[in-house]
């Protein structure tokens, strides 16, 4: 095993390569973000919001990929490959098939209905404010402590492995320049540094791919050793088997009962988490609604869901060939070892990927794959911090000032992007407190808990032209209700270390996160449904291009 103390000297020192690599990733992005911010008309709400609708599908679909490829995703997806297998790949290619549903089902409504944010959506479908209100909170608060907070924790391990940087230093920076793009371009800016940096994660993760595959010998290598990837010296004085990897570790599709992927939680749990991302999110839609037309519409989605199929070999599969390669580090098992290692005592599996770049990467390109991580957390960062100030200034801001300007519009935009730099940076601590063995399983289950009753406020709004706002409502408070109780409960029984007493309660041991999203989505529908029919129906007359059905009626729609 490699000797902590001589590790951490080399890993904190940078070749020559490695920093002119850095330095012209910079000055390139730099360049093509304040381009575009030239470029783009950012004097008015449709310019700097949606890029004044002229997009490309080429540029839609790359940014559609990387605004959701963050740097969670490379720490994450490889972590939990390490971990369980390629179960985890079944995430990127469920969104194959929701991206066409985003496309050819939920665009088309709204666009017809000429909408710049979601909650802004809702309004128009239900009248009144208090859903859009709340889900316009709800959705900054998502962003900031899980998607922010999940990206800026997956940044901090792959600089604290591989550079030994001021880790405050460092993430500060990173949340800086990402906040600049978003505050001087607008949307238009942060698609094509979003395209570029697309191209730039490809390159890297495929030159890992590659070296990880010629070092432990081809696929079928992968195939044959992963499940002999083990820290044998704590399995063996121990006799336990929570570090062994699963025998199923190379299957999509796994048993009812399996602790990580049961295949009925990843046909339905799983897709109804990914309608609420991919449908309802205002990250990903405000770039569809960006396109110059309904055909870059749907080949950008096409395009993007082409792409999620290439996470599988350049995330998953390299996290489990670090595990073969490090089985003592990534597949670590002692807790006490663990904590010293990666500071959690739970396992190890979020370092696999940048364990696996120092492994493999000869100097020069080190620098590559760090600037791989920037460009995926800045990518992520700079498409939540526009996204969120489009919502902040469209849902929330001219509720306090109904009689806003346009300027007024772009200057609260821009400094309520300020404060989520700010808020993002004091949540730090908090991250580093709150590590787990699996980063990608904490945002999928957050998702699970609170993502259901809005995906099925949207499905019944598109669908369903007899929902109305108190059906909506009641659905929404009843499914959050039940969603953060969960939620907490989860939190105070925590997952116990390997070799400890798991004193848990049945159902929460049982009751997977994928089953739970799935059933309470079932209860927000039936809450919807329910309050719907015993309440007062919306007239037609105000639905007109509101829903999948009249999406293109001609009729005048009365507010």
């Known amino acids: 095993m490699v000797n902590m103390d001589d590790e951490q000297t080399a890993i904190g020192s940078l070749e020559w390569g490695d920093v002119v690599v850095l330095v012209a990733y910079f000055l390139v992005v ?30 839609i679909g790359a940014s559609l990929f990387s605004s959701n490829v963050g740097s969670g995703h490379f720490v994450g997806l490889a972590g939990s490959g390490a971990a ?26 709204y666009v017809s ?28 608060i998502l962003s900031i402590f899980t998607k922010i907070s999940a990206d800026l924790y997956a940044g901090a391990i792959f600089i604290e492995q591989s550079l030994g940087w001021n880790l405050y230093v460092s993430i500060i920076s990173l949340v800086l320049l990402s906040a600049l793009f978003s505050i001087l371009g607008g949307l238009t800016a942060v698609i094509w540094t979003d395209t570029l940096q697309t191209v730039i994660m490809l390159l890297g993760s495929f030159t890992l791919m590659i070296l990880g ?34 025998k199923n570790a190379m299957h999509l599709f796994r048993p009812l009962d399996d602790p990580d992927l049961p295949w009925l939680g990843v046909i339905f749990g799983l897709t109804v988490s990914a309608v609420w991302y991919w449908c309802t999110d205002q990250v990903i839609v405000q770039r569809t609604l960006a396109a110059r037309n309904m055909h870059h519409v749907k080949a950008g989605c096409v395009f993007a869901g082409l792409l999620k199929i290439l996470p599988m070999f350049i995330l998953v599969m390299p996290g489990m060939i670090a595990r073969i390669l490090l089985p003592n580090e990534v597949g670590c098992s002692d807790p006490d070892i663990c904590e010293k290692l990666c500071g959690s005592r739970t396992g190890c599996s979020n370092i696999a990927y ?33 996204s969120s100030a489009t919502i902040f200034t469209i849902d929330i801001w001219t509720r306090i000032h109904a009689n806003a300007s346009e300027v007024e519009e772009m ?95 049945a159902i929460v041991t049982s009751l ?3 089953y739970f999203g799935m059933l309470l989505f079932g209860i927000s529908v039936i809450v919807i449904v329910v309050v719907s029919l015993l309440t007062k129906p919306i007239e037609e007359k105000h639905l007109y291009r509101l829903t999948f059905w009249t999406r293109y009626s001609d009729e005048p729609r009365y507010r």
């Not at 369980?84 to 409504?109: K, R, S, Y």
């Open 84 to 109: 369980t297998g390629i179960g985890v790949a079944a995430f990127e290619l469920n969104a194959i098939f929701v991206l066409l549903i985003l496309g050819w089902l939920f665009v088309p409504v």
């Open 213 to 246: 595959f010629q070092r432990v010998g081809g696929y079928q290598a992968v195939v044959f050793e992963f499940n002999d990837a083990i820290d044998y010296s704590w399995i063996m004085s121990n006799q336990m088997t929570c570090g062994v990897p699963p």
């Open 354 to 386: 940048p364990r696996l770049v120092l492994e493999l990467m000869p100097n020069g390109l080190r620098g590559l794959m760090l600037a791989v991580m920037i460009a995926a957390l800045m990518s992520s960062l700079t498409s939540i911090f526009n």
């Open 30 to 59: 730099l360049s093509v973000g304040l381009a575009a911010s030239k470029l783009s008309n950012r004097t008015t709400r449709g310019g700097y919001f949606l890029a004044g609708r002229s997009v490309h599908w080429i540029l």
């Open 512 to 514: 997977h996160y994928l």
């Open 113 to 140: 209905a000429g909408v710049y944010t979601m909650p802004e959506y809702l309004r128009k479908r239900f009248g009144g404010q208090r859903i859009r209100v709340y889900l316009s909170v709800l959705a900054i």
């Open 411 to 505: 200057v609260a935009g821009r400094l309520f992007v300020l404060v989520l730099v700010v808020v993002s940076v004091l949540w730090v601590p908090v991250i580093q407190a709150n590590t787990g063995s699996q980063l990608f399983n904490y945002i999928q289950s957050v998702t699970s808990y609170l993502s259901p009753p809005v995906c099925a406020v949207y499905v019944l709004a598109i669908f369903w032209p007899r929902t109305n706002e108190k059906g909506a409502f009641a659905g929404l408070m009843v499914g959050l209700v039940v969603g953060a109780s969960w939620f907490v409960v989860t939190l105070a029984y925590g997952v116990p270390s390997c070799g400890e007493e798991d004193t848990r309660p």
